[in-house]
């Protein structure tokens, strides 16, 4: 084997191990980005809710657009309100070839855990153009407390 066929030899080897850490760097990123796709064929519905604290309770607000009365359940569970529904396709229709379908369908859940301070008990719900109210009543028996901080 001469010089020359010996260095040919090497050079795949040495790009290799230049290479290498960049090549499974590029690998990671495009595996990564990948899996970042699934995101935009989700289309699970997530609600989108305002919760604001006052004096009185809480006052949860839930955007539910084209959502009726009938088509949403609000439950309280020791101290988890959820609440959950179903949105319906209006039609289905089997002659259409859709090009963009970005609208979402299917059922939807929504918990979160109450502050001690409120009555789960006596929560209150209503809904007006597609927006869900909840108030939910602060405790009378819960008072807020302010503790003094001394020096030591």
């Given at each position: 084997m001469n010089a020359q066929s010996q260095s040919r030899s090497l050079f795949p080897r040495l790009t290799r191990q230049a290479f290498g850490p960049l090549q499974r760097e590029m690998n990671r990123l495009f595996d990564e980005l990948g899996e970042g796709w699934e995101s935009f064929s989700d289309t699970r519905l997530t609600p989108r809710m305002d919760v604001v604290d006052t004096e009185a309770g809480l006052e949860i607000s839930v955007e539910l657009p084209g959502l009726k009365e009938e088509d949403v359940k609000v439950t309280?569970?020791?101290?988890?309100?959820?609440?959950?529904?179903?949105?319906?396709?209006?039609?289905?229709?089997?002659?259409?070839?859709?090009?963009?379908?970005?609208?979402?369908?299917?059922?939807?859940?929504?918990?979160?855990?109450?502050?001690?301070?409120?009555?789960?008990?006596?929560?209150?719900?209503?809904?007006?153009?597609g927006v869900l109210k909840i108030v939910a009543p602060k405790r009378p028996d819960i008072e807020k407390k302010t503790v003094p901080v001394q020096s030591a």
């Open positions: 309280v569970e020791g101290d988890v309100l959820t609440i959950t529904g179903e949105k319906k396709s209006e039609s289905e229709r089997k002659e259409s070839d859709y090009r963009i379908l970005e609208r979402s369908y299917g059922e939807f859940a929504r918990s979160f855990i109450l502050p001690r301070s409120i009555d789960g008990s006596a929560l209150k719900a209503s809904m007006s153009h």
